[in-house]
């Protein structure tokens, strides 16, 4: 009998979430728009091994609540956190417990459902019983299945980590296919990879205020496809920090974000990248809705 289930990653920013989403799924991204179940959450991976299935799903970043953006994100938590069979608490084991933590923390409280507590970065650390404490704080705090060190980054302890998940999900078949991809899902992935383009070329300049939706996606052929993505900002300003000099910045984004698209679709692509202005949108209903960033 195998084991799947939908399965959600949470934690701090900085936490490595990213990373370890990528080692876990590396470039087998099945990610998969038209199925019912899918309707509440996106999905950003799935594994599959002979003793089951993980869908990894979407958590959007925890953020203090202030903008109309945030709250919805945090619904958008709360709602996804509803839908799953496992929640992963992911933590950054080499710095110390802050106010984000506690909040994480009551977040995969109040979900009440079953939780493993990732400590991660454990090669940051010299002296492994470091992680004693943290250990002690949390299971004093709340009951987990399972605590399990890892590094994603040098994905040291990623197998275990998924022998962990499945343990802990229920019975049943798979719930995709292997290779199961949609256009749209793909769309989305394009678009949030370029958004991480973004935001790592422009550091805190540029904190969250860029959305990135693609626009057109045509398969050229089937070996080639050519990609228009709008990033959008608030501010002339911000528009010209992403453009850069000469265009330098924007150049730069878009060959880091080819690179990688052009992984995950296995072939090559020509990308387009257009910056827009859209003054406030973080408060406009319409163009969150737009974005995909509905809160319902
Ligand atoms: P996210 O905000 O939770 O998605 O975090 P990221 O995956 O973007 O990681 C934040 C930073 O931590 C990046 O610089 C990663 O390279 C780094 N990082 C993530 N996991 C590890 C790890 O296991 N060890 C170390 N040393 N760094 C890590
Ligand atoms: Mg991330």
Redesign the pocket.
Known sequence: MTHAGYVALI??????????LNQLVGQKIAAVSDKPQTTRFRIQGVITKPEGQIVLVDTPGVHQPGYELNRRMMSAVQEALMGVDLVCL?RDASVSTGNGDRFVLDLVKRSEKPALLLL?????LEDKSALLPLIDWYSKEHEFREVVP?????NDQTNVLIDSCLRHLPEGDPIFAEDELTDQSLRVLVAEIVREKVLHSTGDEIPYVTAVVTERFEEVREDFARIYCVIVVERDSQKKIIIGKGASRLKDIGIRARKEIENLLGHRCHLELFVKVEEDWRNKEQLLDEFGLSGN
């Open positions: 934690g701090r920013p900085n936490a490595g979430k990213s990373t370890l992911i991660n970065k454990i090669d940051k890892i590094s994603a980054l040098k």
